[in-house]
């Protein structure tokens, strides 16, 4: 991977897999080295994700880097300052469609653009604007995690508890799992309301 240092002028690096994959720490080593590489660097992420609201990042010669919280595409391309030589999005994903404009824009001004994302939510579909993402990068990185089940390369992020919206914050819904492991979630069905047979008496 060390050649992606010798990239010259702007393009896209897409970090992609399921959750405990280790994207977000490939994410950090990449702006680590461009921060002792003395380059310029800015790092968002969407506000959607509070769970490390305040995170900075830390370089190891101790230059601080804060992530950016914005809540649109818009928000983000805003934000960058001018001057800017690469710029990091963590959990990509959860961003609107206009983010793949964004991240050419950024890419065609010479930014060098490093994202990390899921690429599939927990029922295997591709995630967001991940699919368009991974057309446009230069450089994709499919990351695994361990299968909690069979130790295995796991690819997917089983749901494990909650309901069945696409969006379920916290690791603790979550196991990663392999294509065997893999199981269709089915949520526990809501608690059905006391169906009222007969009329209330009006007062
Ligand atoms: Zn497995």
Not at 172 to 181: G, I, K, P, T
Request: charged fraction near 25%; proline fraction near 3%; include cysteine.
């Amino acid at each position: 991977m060390e050649s992606l240092d010798s990239y010259r002028g702007g393009w896209i690096e897409i970090i992609a897999g399921g959750m405990f994959s280790g994207k977000s720490e490939e994410l950090i080593r990449r702006l680590r080295r461009s921060v002792i590489a003395r380059q310029r660097v800015q790092v968002f992420k969407p506000l959607i994700d509070d769970r490390y609201s305040t995170e900075d990042i830390v370089s190891r010669d101790d230059r601080r880097l804060k992530a950016h919280s914005v809540a649109t595409s818009a928000e983000l391309l805003a934000r960058v300052e001018i001057g800017m030589q690469v710029v990091g999005i963590d959990e990509i994903q959860f961003f609107d469609a206009g983010v793949v404009d964004v991240c050419m824009q950024l890419a065609d001004a010479g930014i060098r653009v490093i994202a990390a994302g899921l690429d599939q939510d927990y029922m295997r579909r591709p995630f967001g604007p991940m699919p368009a993402l991974l057309a446009v990068a230069e450089d994709v990185s499919k990351m695994h995690a361990v299968c909690v089940r069979c130790r295995g390369a796991a690819h997917y992020s089983q749901r494990v508890s909650g309901g069945n919206a696409q969006v379920e914050v916290g690791d603790s819904a979550y196991e990663a799992r392999c294509r065997a492991c893999y199981e269709l979630y089915k949520s526990a069905p809501a608690e059905e309301p006391a169906v009222q047979l007969t009329m209330p008496a009006s007062a």
